[in-house]
Structures are given as structure tokens and as C-alpha cells.
């Protein structure tokens, strides 16, 4: 059995990050000691290295518990694993589109600020962003 | 017409209420071009779509339902759309 630190350390994570993933229902202590103390059983580094990786790959914690419950159910299969993977590279994708076009619009504001020497009042880029209907796009 | 029907690969609801929604469309409106979609080939199109979720269903090119209707809610729309309402 591993104490709270050792799993931590084990799985290079705060002993507080342990306690959020048992608050959102993603680990739980096998066990506690006497005095109260969380103990894991061995596979609560296996559960803590998924959780990683899944976070990595941009699911949220919520997602996660999903997915985490798609092992207990008889019914589930891969493909309903496949499926969320899916969503989330769609998600993923269109979170990128939505950047790429901010990105977008402060290159244009960036270039219609050619002379940086304007007080900020006569700014461009101020003034665009000040416009009401026009959002971010630059000041005609 | 154009309805889109837009799955992931093993979708089981998707084979499931695939022909009762393709039969409400084509008896909603003359000339319906029903399409399914497998959205591993057309992400790109998935994500202008605005599809976030699976299965979806985009009429003319544009996302209405974000998850499969019942039949008669397609058939709704269509009428709708086609200028029966």
C-alpha cells in the first residue's frame, strides 16, 4: 500500500492534485489508517499515469471520470472510446480555427499600427478594439 | 435538399436511427440528397460544420442538430425549410 507522498512522488504529482482527483470522483484511497490517513492500492499509479495522459490530450477531468467509467460498464466497447476521442479532436480542431482567426485579426491590427510613435488615445489598435459592431477588426 | 448525416465508424445509434430519419426526410421533400458522412474522412468539413459532438445532422451545409433528432422533428424541419409550415 502507498501513503498519499509515495504515490505522489511516484507519479511526480502534488499530494493536493490526489485530493482533487478523489474530490472529483477519479481516485479513491483503498483504504485509510487508523488515524485517517489515505492509503492506495497498486494500481492508483496506473489510474494517476491515465488521468495524465488524458489530461494531456486535452480531456477535462469530467471527460476523464467518463471514460474512466466506460470500464465498468458491460455494454461499453471501444468504439464508444474511439467516439470521445473523436469529439475531442473535433474540439480540439475547432478551438485551433477560433485561435488561428484571433491570431488573424492582431496581425491586422498589428499592421494598420504603423506609427507606434501615436499617443495611446490615437492608437489604432485601441480604437479598433473600442469599436462597438465592428469587434476586432481595424479602424477604416 | 441536402441533409448530412455526420458518424464516427461503430456508431451503434447512428445504424440504429439511420433509416427511419432518411426515410422521414425523403417523404418530407421531394428530392432530398441524403449523405452519411464518416467523419474520420471529412474532419475538416466536421469542424467548419461546427460539429462537436456525434452524430450530427447538417442541412445545406450548415449544423442543425448537434444530436440526432426522432424522425418527425427532422421531418419538421425540412417542411419548414422547403416553405410548407
Given at each position: 500500500m502507498l501513503t498519499i507522498g509515495k504515490l505522489a512522488a511516484a507519479g511526480e504529482i502534488s499530494p493536493d492534485a490526489l485530493r482533487y482527483y478523489e474530490a472529483e470522483g477519479l481516485l479513491a484511497p483503498t483504504t485509510r489508517t487508523a488515524s485517517g490517513y489515505r492509503l492506495y492500492g497498486e494500481d492508483a499509479l496506473r489510474r494517476v499515469r491515465f488521468i495524465q495522459h488524458a489530461q494531456a490530450c486535452?480531456?477535462?477531468l469530467a471527460e476523464i471520470r467518463e471514460l474512466l467509467q466506460l470500464r465498468q460498464t458491460d455494454k461499453a466497447c471501444c468504439n464508444d472510446v474511439r467516439q470521445r476521442a473523436i469529439e475531442k479532436r473535433l474540439q480540439l480542431a475547432a478551438k485551433i480555427r477560433s485561435m488561428q482567426s484571433m491570431s488573424a485579426a492582431l496581425d491586422r491590427l498589428?499592421?494598420?499600427c504603423a506609427d507606434g510613435s501615436q499617443s495611446v488615445?490615437?492608437?489604432p489598435i485601441m480604437a479598433a478594439l473600442e469599436q462597438i459592431d465592428g469587434g476586432a477588426e481595424p479602424a477604416r | 435538399m441536402k441533409v448530412?448525416?455526420?458518424?464516427a465508424p461503430g456508431c451503434a445509434e447512428c445504424m440504429t436511427a439511420r433509416?427511419?430519419?432518411r426515410s422521414a426526410a425523403e417523404a418530407a421533400v421531394a428530392g432530398v440528397e441524403w449523405t452519411e458522412i464518416n467523419v474520420l474522412d471529412a474532419l475538416d468539413y466536421a469542424v467548419e460544420l461546427g460539429v462537436l459532438t456525434l452524430p450530427a445532422l447538417a442541412i445545406d451545409g450548415s449544423l442543425v442538430?448537434?444530436?440526432l433528432p426522432a424522425p418527425a422533428q427532422l421531418r419538421d424541419e425540412l417542411l419548414k425549410r422547403?416553405?410548407?409550415d
Open positions: 486535452g480531456f477535462t498589428i499592421a494598420e488615445d490615437d492608437c | 448530412e448525416l455526420i458518424y433509416t427511419g430519419l442538430f448537434a444530436a422547403a416553405g410548407h
